[in-house]
């Protein structure tokens, strides 16, 4: 799994900014000049949306804020279950599953349209909003119902897996017996299974069958040897059974609870092939539904930060909403310097950033963290294996 974190690490955080749109390509042109020694620089494009009333563009600013961590934490749970879900031949293919409508995450972002054909834009910003909820509801709701279904198979398969390894004082010993070992269907006889270390073998076979009256002498067989232990059989009459097992333990020979039974063995042989086919039944179905909604969730969340920039950029620079946005993408470590270049590119938009950031929590454009720019700001964060640590 840890060997997958360099892909999406390495992606970290892009930014969505936005300004009052003056002379057009001119404007872009200096963003592009200013900043390309210190990151890559793309038109993240906004439709022409439906603006309402000031009030419920405020009010919207909220529910749109919350609806944008929902998603991304409905996104960083289908990516941390893919992530440790993928079988050993496909996690090699996690890059493939994480992709937003067939593109990397970066040339989804880089390259983003608004899709008009899921969200209209005849619509107002509110009904894209309860679409986009409706739509990662639905998403959260189903990966529930089928991760619930997938974890029960392989907690169940675990469950019988884990009892067939271990040390001999604790594994089923069905698959390591045969009928041949056991005195089968006597009333007064029974065979049972007794591991001992391998230290105590010549101890066992010099007193096993004066462990308990009416051990049958010559009775005890080797069955196998699992690291410092063996497995041996023998047999005695059942009414002296409780005597042999209080005198075996004080030797430290185990006797293990387990009777010799076909038709009980054949069942759980049977239970847990079943459990292997309903995995191996259940995990592509699986994969592939986390691949197509991964990406489903990727793309409505493009569409939430395309209506938050939209949105607070009308809120703060009011209308016509005419705006230039864009998404970069900081190169390392550059990421201070970027900001200082773009708090000079734009910082004449309000000479009061930075001045006192305790009083802007309410100022449209403000990041959750506080911090607070002359331009409009939002992120994308696309670490979801750093951030699935932390949820």
Request: net charge positive; with cysteine; hydrophobic share 35%.
């Amino acid at each position: 799994y840890n060997e997958y974190k360099s892909y999406l690490s390495l992606m970290g955080l892009y930014w969505l900014i936005s300004v009052p749109k003056n002379d057009g390509q001119e404007q872009w042109n200096t963003l592009i000049e200013h900043t390309k020694s210190l990151s890559s620089c793309f038109r993240f494009n906004l439709p022409s949306l439906k603006v309402g009333t000031l009030d419920a563009l405020m009010s919207l600013s909220d529910d749109l804020q919350k609806l944008d961590q929902y998603t991304e934490q409905v996104m960083i749970k289908l990516y941390n279950y893919m992530a440790t879900s993928l079988e050993e031949g496909d996690r090699s293919r996690l890059k493939d599953y994480t992709k937003a409508n067939n593109k990397d995450l970066l040339s989804y972002c880089g390259t983003f349209v608004w899709d008009v054909a899921k969200f209209p834009i005849k619509l107002s910003i509110k009904e894209i909003h309860d679409i986009i909820a409706k739509n990662i509801t639905k998403v959260e709701k189903d990966f529930k119902t089928k991760s619930n279904t997938f974890n029960t198979i392989k907690t169940n398969l675990a469950q019988y897996e884990k009892k067939e390894s271990g040390s001999l004082l604790t594994r089923n010993l069905a698959p390591l017996v045969k009928e041949e070992d056991f005195v089968i269907s006597s009333e007064y006889l029974v065979t049972v299974c007794v591991v001992v270390p391998k230290s105590s073998y010549k101890e066992w076979e010099g007193s096993y069958w004066k462990l308990a009256d009416f051990v049958v002498p010559g009775s005890s067989r080797l069955i196998l040897e699992d690291g410092e232990m063996g497995l041996f059989t023998v047999t005695m009459f059942r009414k002296t059974l409780d005597a042999f097992k209080n005198n075996a333990r004080d030797k430290k020979f185990t006797v293990r609870e387990f009777q010799y039974n076909k038709e009980k063995i054949k069942s759980s042989t049977v239970e847990i092939e079943n459990l292997r086919k309903a995995k191996a039944k259940a995990y592509v179905p699986l994969i592939k539904w986390l691949k197509g909604n991964f990406s489903e969730a990727f793309v409505n969340w493009m569409h939430i930060k395309a209506l938050r920039l939209f949105t607070e950029s009308v809120l703060r620079y009011g209308l016509p909403a005419t705006f230039m946005t864009a998404m970069l993408e900081p190169n390392r470590k550059s990421e201070k310097k970027l900001r200082d270049k773009l708090g000079v590119l734009y910082g004449s938009l309000d000479r009061n950033a930075g001045d006192n950031q305790e009083q802007m929590g309410d100022i449209p454009g403000v990041f959750v963290s506080g911090d607070y720019f002359p331009y409009v700001y939002f992120d994308v964060n696309t670490s979801f294996v750093e951030a699935a640590q932390d949820f």
